[in-house]
Structures are given as C-alpha cells and as structure tokens.
C-alpha cells in the first residue's frame, strides 16, 4: 500500500516562514515526481511547487521567489520550504507524487496526502 504523511502545517504571521515535509512509503515502489497542491476556501486545488527524481523544480507563478520545494530520494521525502507567506497562502497543502513498481508492470499511478493546513494571519 502506497501512502503520503504530510507535517509541518500551522499558524503563522504574514511574512514569516514554514516547512512543509511528505513522506512516501511503500515496499516496492519508486516515486517519480512529488509536489505540492493546495486549496483554499471555497476555490479549486492547485499546483505550487513539483519536482522531478532528477530534481528538475516547476513553481506557480504565485509562490516564485518564495517557495522553495526540494526532495530527498533516499527517504522518499518532499519539502517545501516557504518563506514571505501572505494571507492568501492559506489553504490546506496537499502532498502528491506518481509512482510505479514492476509488479504493477511499470503503470504510472498517483497518490495524494490527507493535507495540512497552513494558516497565515496578519
């Protein structure tokens, strides 16, 4: 079974810092790109940050110059760095990743965290 936990969400002043982190597990799979979603009240999900194996890092035009996503491969783990938060940052983030396993015959699959909210006030 494939999961992601999520930690590091909370409450914090505008202009402040937080990290985000997301495990994956699961025996016998590989994790290609991870990355980060989040929706606020009353609107869609959408992208913030993804990042490649190869470390290749994609931003929404939003968070750019203030959100720094990064991974460690050998832990199956994604961060998300976020520095200069507005009040608009707040949502819940949602960790995602594709993985795969060869038992699976190599299909390209996702999975998604259960989110963690980041709240930022004034």
């Known amino acids: 079974q494939v999961q992601l936990v999520e930690s590091g969400g909370g409450l914090v002043q505008a202009g402040g810092s937080l990290s985000l982190s997301c495990v994956a597990s699961g025996d016998g799979f590989s994790f290609d790109s991870m990355g980060w979603y989040r929706q606020a009240p009353g609107k869609e999900r959408e992208l913030v940050a993804v990042i490649t194996y190869g470390a290749t890092a994609n931003y929404a035009d939003a968070v750019k110059g203030r959100f720094t996503i990064s991974r460690d491969n050998a832990r199956n783990t994604v961060f998300l760095q976020m520095n200069s938060l507005k009040l608009e940052d707040t949502a819940v983030y949602y960790c995602?990743?594709?993985?795969?396993?060869?038992?699976?015959?190599?299909?390209?699959?996702?999975?998604w965290g259960q989110g963690t909210l980041v709240t930022v006030s004034l």
């Open positions: 995602y990743s594709t993985y795969y396993s060869e038992a699976d015959d190599w299909r390209n699959r996702e999975v």
